[in-house]
């Protein structure tokens, strides 16, 4: 089972100010044990939707909207990335993620799972995704 982690964004994250030294070694003893149990998949930080876009869909057409984006409980500043055998596993790794703004301050994670090929009803699009798959562990 997959998970991700994701530390939702506000007005700190979002102004582009780096972290504390303290929060990036709290971060990196905490990936280091993911890393240790073997769950760990990927883990980075988002730099601020000022330097990202979106692509909204609608009647048919595509169209950029450039950042920035107003509402930042909206936004995802951070994620890391988990394989573990149950939910219970990762609720007890995301009970341990460091505070992702420091001790002090307002923050939250959002933890949702993955969905899986095996989720999907059988079809020739699921099979072109499975072969997707393997090409890019193989290569």
């Known amino acids: 089972?997959?998970?991700m982690i994701m530390v939702r964004?506000?007005?700190m994250s979002e102004?582009?100010?780096m972290p504390e030294d303290a929060l990036i070694a709290a971060m990196t003893t905490y990936h280091e044990e993911l890393a240790k149990?073997?769950?760990l998949l990927d883990a980075?930080?988002?730099q601020p939707s000022s330097t990202g876009w979106r692509v909204r869909y609608s009647g048919?057409?595509?169209t950029i909207v450039d950042g920035p984006f107003a509402e930042t409980k909206e936004l995802i500043a951070g994620y890391t990335l988990i394989q573990v055998r149950s939910r219970e596993e990762a609720m007890e790794w995301a009970r341990r993620f460091p505070a992702p703004f420091g001790e002090m301050?307002?923050?939250e994670i959002e933890v949702r799972q993955l969905f899986e090929l095996d989720d999907f009803e059988p079809s020739d699009a699921v099979e072109r995704f499975r072969d997707l798959e393997a090409s890019r562990r193989d290569a």
């Open 1 to 3: 089972m997959r998970f």
């Open 9 to 11: 964004a506000n007005q």
């Open 15 to 17: 102004s582009g100010a």
């Open 37 to 39: 149990a073997g769950v």
């Open 44 to 46: 980075t930080g988002l």
């Open 60 to 62: 048919g057409k595509r």
């Open 105 to 107: 301050a307002d923050g």
